[in-house]
């Protein structure tokens, strides 16, 4: 059986997936960033569920979703003033902040580890829903592990078919790609996923004055962060990224079939080895929120390859050129 998808329309949707939580069903719901497949964060056999949907390894923490920053202190411990000013700033928003757990916190939420993520997301539904379930949300991004996170309703249907109890269709995200995340256990703020909100705007908020005081993510970390894996994001066709002068080369070479994504017009393409060619947004708040539909429809074009156009290297472009370089064939 095919999971009901249902729109915002509907009144009774909120209270049905309010339901669905509080028996251990998995709920698909949108956030501004990406859509979330929502489990309740106390019960066990439904993370275990959450994570046996998405085939994650269950070492890997997921986010707890919350309503309000007063729950703060119900998930998290000796939780630093200066994640409070960021939460305060940021909450409801793309934000993700990683606390001291507290004991009652399970080890399936937070993979082992003597921390938190928390997030409350700036959607209306998600919002609602967090509001009237009353207690934490896990959520992951709406995909299977590794692979390309879902924006649309569409796209967690295509992904889970049957695995979850219902998906609550709120459109396309505004955002489209995940939350930055930032570890507050240390005595400085650690960027450890970058997103939308900016190393920049973070420094800014804390009155710090260089971007040196904000210590940034370091390969060795131990912390687990399965989008700091080598490959996620990532479609099943190969996907290289590369300057526009190779994908002119490619496309005059004509040995294998394509796809591309560019954000420039490509000159001369051949329509016979071109099995789709999409040219992205120069803005990069648009590009990111097309992206993930848009490294679907390549992947679904049946092309050998997927070629996608280095995006500039300003700050703007940070986070997308973080997802693309993990989505990119190693
Ligand atoms: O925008 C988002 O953050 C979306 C929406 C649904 O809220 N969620 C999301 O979840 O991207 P997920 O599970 O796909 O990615 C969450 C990231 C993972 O890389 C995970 O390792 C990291 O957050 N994370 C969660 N708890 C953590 C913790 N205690 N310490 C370090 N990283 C943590
Ligand atoms: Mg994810």
Redesign the pocket.
């Known amino acids: 059986m095919k999971t009901p998808v249902r729109s915002t329309i509907d009144p009774n949707i909120i209270p049905a997936a309010v339901e669905q939580l509080r028996k251990g069903e998995l709920v698909a719901f949108p ?1 501004e ?5 929502g489990a309740d964060a106390s019960n066990e056999k439904a993370l275990q569920k959450l994570y046996n949907a998405k085939g ?1 390894p269950t070492n ?4 707890v ?1 919350l309503a309000s920053a007063e729950q703060l202190n119900d998930w998290g411990a000796e939780i630093s003033d200066y994640a409070l000013v960021l939460a305060k700033q940021f909450w409801p928003g ?1 934000l ?1 902040l ?1 606390v001291k ?1 507290l004991p009652h916190v399970s080890n399936q ?3 082992g ?1 003597n ?3 928390l ?1 409350i ?1 700036n959607h209306p539904i998600a919002l609602s829903l967090l509001k009237e379930f009353g207690g934490g949300v896990a ?5 299977k592990y590794g692979r390309v ?1 879902a924006t649309s309703a569409e796209h967690v249907r295509q992904e889970f078919s049957d695995h979850i109890a219902l998906i609550i269709d709120g459109g396309s995200c505004s955002i489209g ?3 930055t ?1 930032i ?1 507050t256990t240390g005595p400085l703020p650690k960027i ?2 970058p ?1 939308i909100i900016s190393e920049e705007e973070i420094f800014h908020c804390l009155n710090l004055n260089q971007s040196s005081n904000l210590e940034t993510k370091n390969q060795s970390t131990p ?6 894996d080598k490959i996620h994001y990532a479609p099943r066709t190969p996907l290289f990224v590369m300057d526009k002068g190779f994908i002119q080369a490619l496309v005059s070479d004509q040995k294998s079939s394509l796809a591309i994504l560019s954000f420039t017009a490509i000159d001369q393409l051949p329509q016979s080895f071109l099995k789709k060619y999409i040219q992205a947004s120069t803005d990069p708040a648009k590009y990111a929120q097309e992206l993930y539909h848009n490294l679907r429809v390549l992947d679904a074009s049946g092309a050998d390859k997927i070629l996608v156009e280095s995006t500039p290297h300003s700050r703007d472009w940070l986070a997308i050129a973080d997802r693309l370089s993990r989505a990119a064939s190693k």
């Open positions: 956030t960033t990406v859509y979330g497949l994650r890997h923490p997921v986010i979703h793309p993700t990683i757990k939420v937070t993979g580890q921390t938190v993520g997030r997301p959520a992951p991004s709406a995909n996170s790609i995940e939350s995340i570890d450890l996923r997103g912390i687990r962060v399965p989008g700091s």
